[in-house]
């Protein structure tokens, strides 16, 4: 659905990926009264590598110049990770974040800027013709240094004409809500709220604050990964998973096996390292060591301990100091790691396999019948990682154009996504509606968003509102 965009209102476009997949989210508000403001500046993640290249290079579809200032969700790289291409196109405006991210920030996008430097010498080695990198280090220092913390929950008036508060999403740590309270050159004042990416609320979120709904808004741009129910976990996926957690590890210890769980470096290292230590620490006679080996995972463990608060900190304290956990920092220590074949479990990134430390423990677990992989997060399609977890089948899989023997077993966990599940955005969205909420716009999903926006104005429907429901797409101007 296509609306003509106007002058005199609140504009709203699609102008990332996240219009259309689940990745790549940057959305521009433009208001009557001449702001413009961006929520999010993500980068696009795709299992190709020369699209990804491609669409990441693409110029921006505004004049980074002519922006008023950007409101940033949370820190995973498909949500901040092209903020140091803004600025190295021309930008020259804050950055608002909550401000608990802020020190993440930098470790985030210097990791960015090495894996693009990495990328570049990949394609242009590929391909006999010069990539150059995306971004550099001087980018991330300089859109760095034009962060701005905000505190949670209170309205910011950044211009006379626009207020910007950050609402707790409960996804990851830090990770917020965005609300901008837009005037009219009469007075007027629209809301238009963003969700980012909002957290799954039937599991317990270690180390993140809970998510708080937003309750009025007139537009409403919401996620929706989780756009099917039969994808959706159910609480008792827990406790199953618990189960799978101690079963396969207990048995591969006894094996004299290691156990290899690719994790996400932000957030999901320290879900994983929390749950571990749920199942096993009371439990003394249980020794084996439980390698930390990602250095960009290390880095967010150290800020994790500077930044976390109160009953979080002791209980964070508590894991890290526990006698089984052993963190790699350094190259040696990580090659001697990778060679000692005693029984391990080993958490590594990247998640999904596709670069890191993870690929060289996995040359060793997965040709060893006695060893194990435990997936515990999304895999995208095409990525080594969704391999693994779905060509079980396969004799060999190739890693770095060599075959390697495909004979560990696979276990995948289906209760550690932190996105909100199908019916608990249904309900969510449907109260925004019930609360006056005009147009609700869809983003961040694959095709499926069709069956969520019928299931959802279905619901709409049943309460007798008429909320419009946009599944959008990258030409889509909501305004207002
Ligand atoms: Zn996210």
Known sequence: MSIIASKQKVNVRFLGRSSTEVTGSIILVECPTGEKILLDCG??????LLESYKVNTSKFDFKPSEITFAAISHLNIDHLGLIPKLFADGADFPVYMYYHNIEFVPIMLEDSAKIMERDSVTLTRRYKKEYLPIYSQSNVDKAVSHLLG???????????????????????FGSTQIMLYIKSPSGHIDV????????????????????????????????????????????????????????????TIENKGSVLI???????????????????????????????????????????????????AKLFEMILGWKNIKIIRTIEESQSCVEDTRPKIICSSSGMLTQGRSILYLKKILP?????????????????????????????ITIDNKPYANRCSIHSLKSFSSHMQFEQLINYYTNLSNNGCQTICLVHSDNGKLNFKKALEDNIRKIGKTTKVVAVNKDTVTRI
């Open 192 to 251: 238009v709220s963003y969700s980012g990416d909002i957290g799954n609320i039937i599991f317990e979120q270690p180390f993140v604050e809970d998510f708080e709904p937003i309750i009025k808004s007139n537009i409403f741009i919401g996620e929706c990964t989780y756009n099917d129910p039969l994808r959706s976990a159910k609480k008792e996926n827990r406790s199953k998973d618990l189960e799978i957690i101690e079963s396969v590890i207990r048995q």
């Open 43 to 48: 980068l696009y993640q795709n299992a190709n």
């Open 368 to 396: 060893n019948p006695k060893s194990a992989i435990i997936t515990c997060g999304y895999m995208a399609e095409g990525s080594l990682g969704w391999k693994i977890k779905n060509m079980s089948n396969q004799k060999t």
């Open 262 to 312: 690719p994790c996400f470096a932000l957030q999901r290292m320290e879900t994983m390292l929390y749950t571990l230590w749920s199942v096993f620490h009371n439990d003394e006679s249980f020794t084996t060591q439980i390698i930390v080996d990602s250095p960009l995972a290390v880095k967010l463990l150290d800020a994790f301990e500077e930044n976390l608060e109160d009953g979080d």
């Open 150 to 172: 905000c505190a949670k929950n209170e309205i910011i008036q950044v211009t006379p004409n626009v207020g910007l508060k950050f609402v707790p999403a409960g996804h990851i």
